[in-house]
């Protein structure tokens, strides 16, 4: 029996390369400033309303200046995010 011909697979050439545009990343200097200022922010908050019974920071809130410390408390969480 006759003996089939070979094929010969051509090799890999990797594809010409591009020039790839540089991804230019904005200076995030700001994020860990802002983010423990929130913190700060929002536990000031919460030891003020608690140290004065209520009356400060905003007395016509009443129990809802909790929810406004740890609402800034979860803007620094949030703020966290950006930082690299």
Same mark, same amino acid.
């Given at each position: $029996?006759?003996?089939?011909?070979? !094929?010969?697979?051509?090799?890999? +050439?990797?594809?010409?390369? !591009? ?5 230019? @990343? +904005? ?7 802002? $983010?423990?200022? $929130?913190?700060?922010?929002? &536990? ?11 009356? &400060?920071?905003?007395?016509? @809130? ?23």
């Amino acid at each position: $029996m006759p003996k089939s011909r070979i !094929r010969k697979k051509a090799d890999y +050439t990797p594809p010409p390369t !591009r020039q790839t545009a540089a991804i230019k @990343l +904005t200076n995030r200097a700001w994020v860990a400033p802002v $983010m423990l200022a $929130m913190f700060l922010v929002g &536990l000031a908050w919460i030891v003020l309303f608690y140290v004065t019974d209520g009356d &400060l920071p905003i007395d016509s @809130l009443g129990n809802w200046n909790i929810v406004v410390g740890f609402g800034f408390i979860a803007a620094g969480f949030g703020v966290s995010t950006q930082w690299k």
